[in-house]
Structures are given as structure tokens and as C-alpha cells.
Nanobody, 120 residues
Framework: QVQLVESGGGLVQAGGSLRLSCVVS????????MGWYRQPPGKRRDLVAS???????KYADSLKDRFTISRDNAKNTVYLQMNSLKPEDTAVYYC??????????????WGQGTQVTVSS
């Protein structure tokens, strides 16, 4: 079983910053790709950013100038640094990870989500 626990969300004023963290734990051999998604109220869940084991990153085009994804492989942790936040960044942010649970065995898991609210 794999658990993802997110932290770092909260209420911030427009122009502020937040740093989200997500720790992966459980019966895993390694964590492969990790990423952050977000779901604004009444909308679908979309990719914010992803990062591979060796640090290759991918961002939603509209966010790459303000958001930075990083990871600490030793801690099975992924981070999302969010700067210059805007009210439209308000959403529930979800962590996603693909973990190896054995030879040729992988599982994709989600965190419970953390609320980010940006006030104008």
C-alpha cells in the first residue's frame, strides 16, 4: 500500500508564495514520476507540473514562470514552489506519484489534496 501525504496549503494574499510538500511512503521499492495537479471549484483536475526521477520537468504552459517543481529522492518527497500567486490559482492541489512495488509492478497513487486559497 502506498500513502501520499501533502502539506503546505493555506490562505495567502495575491502576490504571495506557498510551498507544497508531498511525502510518499509505504511498501515501495522506489518512486518514479511525481507530479502536482490542481482542481479549481467546479472544474476538472489538470496537471500543474511533473518531475521524473532524474529531474526532468514538465509544466502547464501558463504556470511555468511562477511555479517550480522539485524533489528529494532520498526522502521520497516532491515540492511545489508557487510564487506570485493569483486568485485564479485557488484550487485543491493533489500530489501524484508512480511507485515501483516490485519487479515490473507499478502503482499510481494520489494524495488527499491540500487547499490553496488566494485572496485578492
Amino acid at each position: 500500500q502506498v500513502q501520499l501525504v501533502e502539506s503546505g496549503g493555506g490562505l495567502v494574499q495575491a502576490g504571495g508564495s506557498l510551498r507544497l510538500s508531498c511525502v510518499v511512503s509505504g511498501s515501495i521499492f522506489s518512486v518514479n514520476a511525481m507530479g502536482w495537479y490542481r482542481q479549481p471549484p467546479g472544474k476538472r483536475r489538470d496537471l500543474v507540473a511533473s518531475i521524473t526521477t532524474n529531474g526532468n520537468t514538465k509544466y502547464a504552459d501558463s504556470l511555468k514562470d511562477r511555479f517550480t517543481i522539485s524533489r528529494d529522492n532520498a526522502k521520497n518527497t516532491v515540492y511545489l514552489q508557487m510564487n506570485s500567486l493569483k486568485p485564479e490559482d485557488t484550487a485543491v492541489y493533489y500530489c501524484n506519484a508512480v511507485s515501483s512495488t516490485g519487479p515490473n509492478s507499478y502503482i499510481a497513487s494520489w494524495g488527499q489534496g491540500t487547499q490553496v486559497t488566494v485572496s485578492s
